[in-house]
């Protein structure tokens, strides 16, 4: 069972996230802050990370640059969620190294079905 790790401390979005992951088949282990993302990373060691933009501690921004200058977490797949809709910030996260970014809300079978491709390629 592969390992997806999420860092968001809205307490409401870790539910969602975690209900249809783990429906969808994946082990979900949870940061609710920035800083102690890389070295649970390091832990469990997870296929697939969803960060939200906003986190107190390390922002889903500087975690995407800590995982691509991470020789270990560097070839993570990683998704953002962020309630900022601006262009130039999905710009700026995809620049950085996110695979996805998803605006909130959205639809936990579209995260589903792109965390399956991303899984498989």
Do not use: W
């Amino acid at each position: 069972m592969k390992t997806i790790l999420i860092a968001d401390d809205d307490p409401v979005m870790v539910k969602l996230l975690e209900f249809n992951l783990k429906r969808g088949g994946y082990r979900v282990e949870i940061c609710r802050e920035g800083l102690s993302v890389s070295a649970k990373a390091h832990e469990v060691s997870p296929a697939l990370a969803i960060f939200d933009l906003m986190l107190p501690g390390r922002s889903g921004l500087e975690l995407i640059k800590d995982f691509k200058d991470d020789d270990t977490l560097d070839g993570i797949p990683i998704i953002v969620v962020t309630g900022q809709g601006k262009g130039s910030t999905r710009h700026e996260l995809l620049k950085a190294g996110a695979n996805t970014v998803f605006t909130k809300p959205f639809s936990p079978t579209i995260l589903i079905n792109r965390i399956s491709e991303l899984l498989s390629s």
